[in-house]
Structures are given as C-alpha cells and as structure tokens.
C-alpha cells in the first residue's frame, strides 16, 4: 500500500464550488505539505503543517484553507473555485525539516 | 531570496545516450540539494540528494555533485534507458529561523526512445 495516498485523484468541477482534497499519510511524519504543479512553474507551496496544532501558510495561499484533523490526516479546501486554480496537487510528507520529502500521487483538478 | 534554475527542455534521447540535466542554485546558506523524478501519472520520489559540498548522491545509475564553488548540483547518467522517460526536478532546502524553506525548479521532462 503506498504511504501518502489522495483523494480523489481527478476532480471536475464548476467556478464558485467549494471543494476538499484529502490526503493520508501511513508513514508517521508529524510534518505535511500542500504542492501544487502548473507546467512551466515547478512546485509551489500553499499550505504547510509541522503537527496537528500547527499550520502554515505557503507561497500561494490565497484562495485556499487547511485543516489537519490528525497526525495521519491533511485536506486542502477551495472555499470557492476558480478556473486559474486548475492544477495538479500534490501532499508531501517530510519526518524533519531539510529532509526527504514523500510525495501522494497527486489530484488533477479541473475548474470550469 | 533563493532559486533554483535548471535547463527546462523538453529533451529527447535515444536509448544509452549520456544525460546531463544542469541545475545552479542561489541561496544565502548552505542548503541541502535534491534531485526530485515525477514518472508519468505519479508523484514526485526522491532520485539523490547531497547535504554539503562535495558530496555525491548517485541512485539508479544517476549521479550529482554538489559544488559549492560552482553553485551547481548537474544530474548525469552515462546510459540513459526507455524507463528514464520523466520530468526531473532540481531542489534545494534550507533552514531559516526555525523553519525550512524548500524551492523547486521548474522540471525538465526527458523522453528516451528506444
């Protein structure tokens, strides 16, 4: 079973929905990431958190809301879509600052 | 502030061609150096990493040095394979004030035909 899993993995949806992207982690890391991927850009952080009671702003985060519900448990929330918020996403895991980090497969998210 | 900048391709080889992906940073300490591969339809999984200068990290026939005086961490492979096809990134990380700052390069996908 792979160690940071998200869902869903594709999502289609309209401008001004509200939408919530989960990700599972199974490798015990107090520390937890929202990426996201636009071609051309690289990876850029939106949300970041280092246990359940912290949470972090990124890069990015306008737009955006988290919540940590467990060590285990990291979702990433659009409050209300919009088309330049089509991305891939991805969740990271990391056990220290300055470590490796481990990646979700990613969620392909599409707003019309 | 701190950047990575790494060639952006696309590049296509054909198989058992040498690889060279070129990657310079900027940072204001010493950070760690990473090199990041995102296979088609997956995530991002560590390929190598080096933690200081003159460090080697080398994985899967991949090798990078990290060079200090250069500023650069170049990803090479002497024979690159149809299963190399990817989108490689380039990273650095750093401690500030408590807390880590992780910069990505854009990614430069590599196709290799067989």
């Known amino acids: 079973d792979a160690d940071v899993t998200q869902t869903p993995r594709n999502r289609i949806t309209k401008t001004g929905k509200r939408i919530m992207l989960e990700c599972s982690q199974t490798?015990?890391?107090?520390?937890m990431y929202w990426y996201r991927q636009d071609p051309g850009l690289g990876l850029r952080l939106i949300y970041y958190s280092f246990d359940v009671k912290d949470i972090n702003k990124g890069e990015i985060s306008d737009g955006y809301s988290v919540s940590r519900q467990a060590q285990a448990k990291f979702s990433l929330s659009l409050e209300s879509a919009i088309p330049n918020q089509t991305a891939l996403y991805f969740c990271?895991?990391?056990?220290?600052?300055?470590?490796?980090?481990?990646f979700g497969p990613g969620t392909r998210l599409t707003v019309l | 502030g701190d950047s990575v900048t790494q060639m952006e391709g696309p590049v296509t080889l054909s198989e058992e061609a040498f690889l060279t992906i070129n990657c310079t940073y900027t940072?204001?300490?010493?950070?760690?150096l990473f090199w990041y591969v995102q296979y088609p339809g997956e995530g991002l999984q560590l390929l190598l990493k080096?933690?200081?200068?003159?460090d080697k990290g080398s994985n899967k026939g991949f090798e990078a040095t990290y060079r200090k005086e250069t500023t650069s961490f170049h990803l090479e492979k002497g024979s690159v394979q149809v299963s190399d096809s990817a989108v490689y990134f380039c990273a650095l990380s750093q401690l500030q004030g408590g807390s880590e700052k992780l910069v990505f390069g854009k990614g430069m996908k590599l196709t290799v035909n067989p």
């Open positions: 490798k015990g890391h107090d520390r």
């Open positions: 080096a933690t200081k200068a003159d």
């Open positions: 990271a895991t990391s056990e220290q600052a300055g470590t490796v980090k481990y």
């Open positions: 940072a204001t300490g010493y950070p760690s």
